[in-house]
């Protein structure tokens, strides 16, 4: 069985529901939406993985955009967010504006150290010294144990963002955490999803417009300056610009409580 019976009619693609889909059906699957809406991307991702998908949120305006989509779609999707337990204030007041707006309560993923747990095993303030380590321990450890129980997840990755997402497909096979990846904002813009944003009164952090165009951890994001990388900001002062969640092979998984082999390294001041 193919993946689709007609490249004109999307809904065919649900065909493939007793099927396991290769890479080259992702391909091909990815391939056909590319003219296509993110919303028509979102339609067939939770036909065809429903129960067995969710929605990764950072609360970010890229997220934000699929949260609202997701609303008016498949309203009771899970969505899921990672809590570093060192976040802005201001997101975790967008996650209960969430709450109360969209009726919705993201799922809360912890690391498995409490931030008094990993300063006496790795030292205070790790991420100063090991950005690497400490996002592994903090936000990958945590999605490989939330992912390993679903078929796909959705991202709100663009491949404008860093040359890591610059290839990154709407329909691919993520080979780091062994699932689908559904990208529905791949080929969208920053100007796009404001777009979308400001028509659709969709919440955002306010931290957006005062220099943040890129928010992750409170100690590990900074405010960027006008004409800059809108990821300059993140992970100021190492040669890093990913968490480890979005990179493939290119930031393996660690195994949990190791030391980085190869932390990020630090740039020259």
Excluded at 142 to 153: E, K, M, N, T
Excluded at 201 to 229: A, R
């Amino acid at each position: 069985m193919t993946p689709f019976s007609s490249a004109s009619a999307p809904s065919a693609l649900t065909d493939v529901v007793t099927v396991r889909l290769s890479g080259d059906d992702l391909k091909l699957i990815s391939n056909h939406f590319e003219d296509k809406s993110p919303q028509e991307v979102l339609r067939w991702a939770i036909e065809r993985f429903t129960p067995d998908i969710a929605l990764a949120c950072s609360l970010g305006s890229d997220d934000m955009a699929l949260v609202d989509m997701l609303s008016k779609i498949a309203p009771k999707t899970r969505v899921f967010y990672l809590d570093t337990g060192v976040l802005f204030k201001e997101t975790y007041d967008l996650r209960d504006e969430v709450i109360r707006r969209y009726g919705i309560t993201p799922i809360q993923l912890l690391p498995d150290l409490t931030l008094e747990e990993q300063a006496a095993a790795h030292g205070a303030n790790l991420w100063e010294r090991d950005p690497d380590l400490c996002c592994n321990i903090r936000k990958v450890q945590p999605l490989v144990r939330f992912l390993s129980g679903l078929q796909a997840w959705i991202t709100g990755i663009r491949r404008d963002q860093t040359p890591a997402r610059a290839n990154s497909g709407l329909v691919e096979f993520d080979k780091k955490f062994q699932l689908v990846k559904i990208n529905p904002l791949a080929k969208w813009t920053d100007a796009m999803v404001w777009d979308y944003l400001e028509k659709n009164n969709v919440p955002y952090n306010p931290l957006h417009k005062q220099g943040y165009p890129s928010i992750g951890c409170l100690p590990c994001t900074t405010q960027v300056k006008p004409g800059e990388d809108p990821r300059s900001g993140r992970w100021k002062g190492f040669k890093k610009d990913e968490c480890g969640l979005h990179c493939g092979a290119t930031c393996p998984i660690l195994p949990e409580g190791a030391t980085a082999a190869a932390p990020s390294e630090q740039a020259t001041k």
